[in-house]
């Protein structure tokens, strides 16, 4: 592609920095939104989560006093929230609500402004000046936290006396600015690489079961051997950069200790890798044949907080898959089952969902493209006749030869014109519908929660039964014990081990239900919450594709309507 | 034989006459194809209508059915006939099967054919042709009768494309230094030479690029039609407000479609087709060079045998050979052949001169009207887009209060 197209990224990028319209605007009172404080319980995100619905309107444009009725002075940012990166059509100086979401963060008001160079004079009633109304560092929120990825760098694996030479692998600076409190400081920057990255999702995931997560980027080890190097990494540094403001934009997990560790311990990341699999590796090859021989106690409390794994899980995973097995042929159902129904139509819903936006994603890359050819191809005729014009120019003998030129040069350069309008329509287009891009990764996110939820009710299932299984040989060893006179003394032992074992299991069962419960509402908090964020994503993307659209077709048009006036004495019906 | 009468002022079907009845006129229209014959021979006939008051014409008004071919006939044998002329160029005579008789092609190719026919009318010398008048009167099988006839004497297309290639070849010859030419030299003829081989280069490829944005006008058709249907089904799956806004969204995405699926037909008819003319205009211009280089060459080539012929014949007179009057009845007849060479050589030459005026000033007046056609057909789309879109806005407005 030509140079330009390069620009035209790099500007999709900064300018996704940018695009941080964000306007509230109630009858008159200024939101005041209690921050979602750092306690990590569960337990408060859906007060928090109240409190932030209650307060929380969708946008109502207000018609200022001049002509223009898309423009609207903006009020202020709503605190404490993200705001979409999407832009809305910003240079059209709209105004819309930035429904908090998985998107970026704030920018800083000081970036460059819009790349759509030279406003055409009179034209557009979207005028491209930079009043752009967000802009105004007056308006920006008192809160905001803001993270770039950047500067890739190749680094030596320590010496490892099993592999010989050393590995590289590549790390990232990650800099974070932002005036949260929790935050030791305002500006600060780590290194770290992407193993990092999979801890932290890891470690999240653990910690913030139900929730929508978003989806980190892939480990794609297949594309680093196929792509060359550099274009790689810029990659992996652009999705990095993506997921880690979507993480700072969600409510709650902005405020987790995994990620505020993320962002500011300096040298190597003071994460343990999952608490399951590589750091009990030892532990769990010791302990494993016991387990497999059914013994070694119930199933901690501790451990029923976290679905099973690899390693020391074996055993558990053997009986939930056995519980799994049983639960599809329609086994002894225990009775966290109820609103099962209620939550499967929800499934499917989400389902479809995705599919159409899957599929509406398609066609909107489908149309990106159509839209660029259009301004390519519109862009290359004008060249030739421009050329031709030239031609005609050092060639001409005749006057009519000159006139024809000059009408020529007319067409030409309005063609060109024309076809840069539809340059930047395309790119504007672009950052509007990438907000069903972006939704195709919030419901894998949907996906993971849904997930937690099915296998916190498997981890109860597969306790419920075993409960009932040692309860049942409790019953049959009291009963055989009874019958000899005097007791039983080994089978008294073996009852009083087993009652142990129950009481145990009981405790467990317990926390299982317990967090069973806890995921299916953060679940729900999450999905209410995403189904008002994707109402209003969708309504601000449809509204920002519109004004686009609009803008650039009245740009567009004076710029025929113009070469028609010039050619008007041509203007009766060819025959 | 060609004709060599003063030019009548005779107005065709573009200019209104200033007053019908006194004022000669001479007014064509091409119309009505119909479709006849089956299968491979299967062809589209034409309603050729004449309305004129000059004598040579019968009557006011005369209606002939034409095919392709019988235009083919008069464009081959004006060529023959009005050397140095730039003969009106035919639309191509092939076309992908399937595209051939679909209703666009057929109007296109009528429109085209009109043009050819009213351009003929409207020329000073060749309105004068008794073969235009064979054309728009004569009784079918008169037609076909002259057709069948004409087709084997006359040059064909291939032997024209033959003949470029001849001057095209002699003209690099001449500038690798092949070999001598029999060409004329003077600069003002060779600067026309390389500007109309030129601008066929450029007019080609605007032609190309025109036609190509003739498809991208579809290929945003269809996809805004596919975007709008996956909107609309996206839009099922929400609740309100969303998915009533996805639903107009999706409608007008539709309905913008079916605007620019017209106005790709628009373009390739008023803008596209303008420039294919304009090139075979040129192509047409490149076999009347070709034609006056035959003419060149012949007259070249009969002065120096009257030249030699007539020192034969002094030598022999000297001699006071027998062979003398032999030798005389030969250089007259030479002679007679030379002049005549010369003569035809020289209308061609002057011929060409006024015709280049009129090409030239023909052409700003057909390109102004296309590129006028397309800028008020882009504008047209242009605000109509802006409109359907912008009618979205209110209803937008309304959802975010939902």
Redesign the interface.
């Known amino acids: 592609m030509m140079g330009s197209e390069n620009d035209d990224e790099s500007h999709l990028h900064s300018s996704k920095e940018e695009m941080e319209n964000l306007f509230l605007r109630e009858d008159g009172d200024p939101l005041t939104i209690n921050h979602v404080n750092g306690d990590k319980s569960n337990s408060n995100y859906r007060s928090a989560m109240s409190t932030l619905s209650d307060s929380r309107h969708p946008s109502i444009v207000v018609t200022p006093a001049d002509s223009d009725p898309l423009f609207a002075p903006p009020s202020y940012y709503r605190e404490s929230r993200s705001p979409r990166s999407k832009p809305n059509g910003g240079d059209r100086g709209s105004s819309y609500l930035e429904p908090p979401s998985y998107a970026d963060v704030i920018f800083s008001p000081f970036d460059d402004i819009s790349e759509i160079n030279g406003s055409e004079d009179g034209g557009s009633r979207h005028s491209q000046s930079s009043d752009s109304l967000s802009r105004s560092p007056s308006s920006l929120s008192s809160d905001y936290i803001k993270i770039t990825v950047s500067n890739p760098q190749k680094e030596q694996e320590a010496t490892n006396s099993m592999i010989p030479g050393g590995s590289t692998y590549i790390t990232y600076q990650i800099t974070t600015r932002t005036n949260l409190s929790e935050y030791g400081g305002s500006d600060f920057s780590v290194r770290r690489r992407f193993r990092d990255i999979v801890t932290l999702a890891d470690r999240l995931a653990e910690s913030y079961r139900g929730f929508c997560i978003p989806p980190r980027p892939d480990k794609s080890v297949v594309e680093s051997q196929v792509m060359q190097k550099q274009e790689f990494v810029e990659q992996r540094r652009v999705a990095l950069e993506k997921y880690l403001r979507r993480l700072v934009a969600h409510p709650v997990i902005r405020n987790s200790d995994e990620l505020k560790v993320f962002l500011q311990a300096q040298g190597k990341l003071p994460l343990a890798t999952s608490t399951y699999v590589a750091s009990r590796m030892l532990d769990g090859a010791v302990k494993l044949p016991k387990q497999l021989f059914g013994e070694g106690g119930g199933a901690s409390s501790v451990e029923v907080v976290q679905p099973a794994r690899g390693g020391r899980d074996f055993l558990r995973l053997f009986k939930e898959l056995r519980q799994s097995v049983s639960n599809d042929w329609g086994g002894s159902k225990p009775p966290v089952v109820e609103e099962d129904k209620e939550f499967l139509e929800k499934k499917e819903k989400m389902y479809d969902l995705e599919q159409q936006i899957i599929n509406a994603s398609q066609q909107a890359e489908s149309l990106v493209k159509a839209q660029q050819d259009m301004g390519e191809t519109m862009g290359e005729m004008g060249l030739a006749f421009i050329k031709l014009t030239k031609f005609e120019n050092e060639e001409a003998v005749f006057n009519s030869q000159r006139a024809r030129a000059n009408d020529m040069k007319n067409f030409a350069t309005s063609a060109v014109k024309a076809s840069r309008f539809y340059r930047e329509l395309n790119s504007q287009t672009v950052k509007h519908l990438d907000t069903l891009h972006d939704y195709l990764g919030l419901m894998m996110a949907v996906q993971g929660a849904f997930a937690d939820r099915s296998s916190a009710l498997l981890t109860v299932q597969t306790l419920l039964s075993e409960l009932s299984s040692l309860g049942a040989r409790a019953e049959k060893l009291e009963a055989a014990s009874s019958k000899v006179f005097g007791g039983d003394k080994s089978r008294i032992k073996k009852i009083e081990e087993l009652k142990e074992t129950i009481k145990v299991t009981e405790d467990s069962k317990n926390v299982a239900i317990r967090e069973y419960e806890q995921i299916k509402e953060n679940n729900w908090c999450e999905v209410e919450r995403l189904d008002r964020e994707r109402r209003a994503d969708f309504l601000n993307m449809m509204k920002g594709f519109v004004v686009n659209q609009v803008g650039y077709a009245e740009k567009i048009a004076n710029v025929w309507t113009k070469v028609a006036e010039e050619t008007s004495q041509y203007g009766r019906e060819s025959s | 034989m060609e004709s060599t009468e003063q030019p009548r002022n005779i107005s065709g079907?573009?200019q209104s006459p200033r007053s019908p009845s006194s004022h000669p006129y001479l007014s064509v229209s091409v119309t009505d194809p119909v479709k006849l014959g089956n299968g491979v021979q299967a062809y589209i006939s034409y309603r050729v209508i004449t309305k004129t008051n000059l004598p040579e014409y019968q009557g006011p008004e005369k209606i002939v059915i034409r095919r392709y071919s019988d235009f083919v006939w008069l464009r081959d044998r004006l060529f023959e006939k009005y050397k140095g002329i730039f003969i009106p160029p035919l639309p191509e005579k092939s076309a992908v099967e399937k595209f051939r008789f679909s209703a666009e092609f057929i109007e296109m190719r009528r429109a085209a054919l009109?043009?050819f026919v009213?351009r003929i009318a409207l020329h000073p010398e060749l309105q004068q042709s008794e073969d235009l008048r064979t054309f728009l009167q004569a009784d079918e099988e008169t037609m076909d009768r002259f057709r069948f006839q004409e087709t084997s004497i006359f040059k064909k297309p291939a032997d024209l494309m033959q003949m470029f290639r001849d001057v095209q070849s002699k003209v690099s010859d001449a500038v690798l230094g092949k070999e001598k030419p029999v060409e004329e030299t003077t600069a003002d003829y060779e600067?026309l030479k390389?500007?109309i081989f030129?601008?066929e280069n450029?007019?080609t490829?605007?032609q190309?690029?025109?036609y190509?944005?003739v498809?991208?006008?579809r290929?945003?058709g269809?996809?805004?039609l596919?975007?709008g249907?996956?909107?609309k089904?996206?839009g099922?799956?929400?609740?309100e407000?969303?998915g009533k806004?996805?639903s107009d969204?999706g409608t007008k995405s539709e309905l913008l479609s079916i605007k620019l699926q017209k106005e790709a037909q628009q373009v390739l008819m008023?803008f596209e087709e303008?420039l294919k003319d304009y090139v075979r205009y040129v192509q047409s211009i490149k076999a009347t060079i070709a034609e006056r280089g035959t003419a060149f060459k012949q007259h070249c080539e009969l002065s120096e045998t009257t030249k030699l012929k007539e020192i034969n014949l002094d030598k022999l007179m000297l001699t006071r050979s027998a062979k003398v009057g032999e030798a005389e009845i030969e250089y007259r007849e030479i002679k007679a052949e030379s002049e005549e060479a010369t003569r035809r050589f020289e209308r061609i030459v002057k011929r060409m001169e006024d015709e280049?005026?009129r090409f030239?000033?023909q052409?700003?007046?057909?390109?102004?009207?296309?590129?006028?056609?397309?800028?008020?057909g882009?504008?047209r789309l242009?605000?109509s887009?802006?409109d359907a879109?912008?009618s979205?806005?209110p209803k937008?407005?309304a959802?975010?209060?939902?």
């Not at chain 2, 099922?236 to 609740?239: H, L, N, P, R, V």
């Not at chain 2, 052409?363 to 008020?376: I, L, P, R, S």
């Not at chain 2, 959802?399 to 939902?402: G, L, R």
């Open positions: 079907s573009m009109d043009i009213n600067k390389h500007y030129e601008l450029h007019l490829e605007a190309k690029h025109a190509r944005l498809k991208r006008h290929e945003l269809q996809s805004l596919d975007f249907k996956a909107v089904l996206l099922a799956c929400e609740g407000p969303t806004a996805f969204l008023n303008p280049i005026v030239q000033e052409k700003t007046e057909e390109m102004g009207v296309a590129f006028h056609q397309f800028a008020k882009q504008a242009a605000n887009v802006a879109w912008r979205l806005l937008l407005e959802s975010y209060s939902v």
